[in-house]
């Protein structure tokens, strides 16, 4: 593990959305710079389409969760 500087600018908008995404500020920076990797890798991928491939590659079935809750609603 090393140290990241970045801006002081920059840390304030990781801390106002680790608290919307109910995330620590070091995983909110995280999840940006994967993201941000990701989409440079490849950049004809959207977000929610790099998202969709993360899920995937965790084996992770967002949609039939989704569709438990509809069911049980």
């Not at 970045?6 to 993201?35: G, P, Y």
């Not at 977000?47 to 069911?71: C, L, R």
């Amino acid at each position: 593990m090393g140290i990241v500087k970045i801006d002081d600018e920059l840390h304030e908008e990781v801390r106002r959305a680790s608290t919307v995404m109910c995330r620590s500020i070091n995983a909110q920076a995280e999840f940006w710079m994967k993201i941000g990797m990701l989409a440079e890798a490849r950049p004809t991928l959207s977000f929610n389409d790099i998202v969709k491939m993360q899920f995937e590659a965790a084996q992770v079935q967002a949609a039939q969760v989704g569709m438990a809750t509809a069911v049980a609603d």
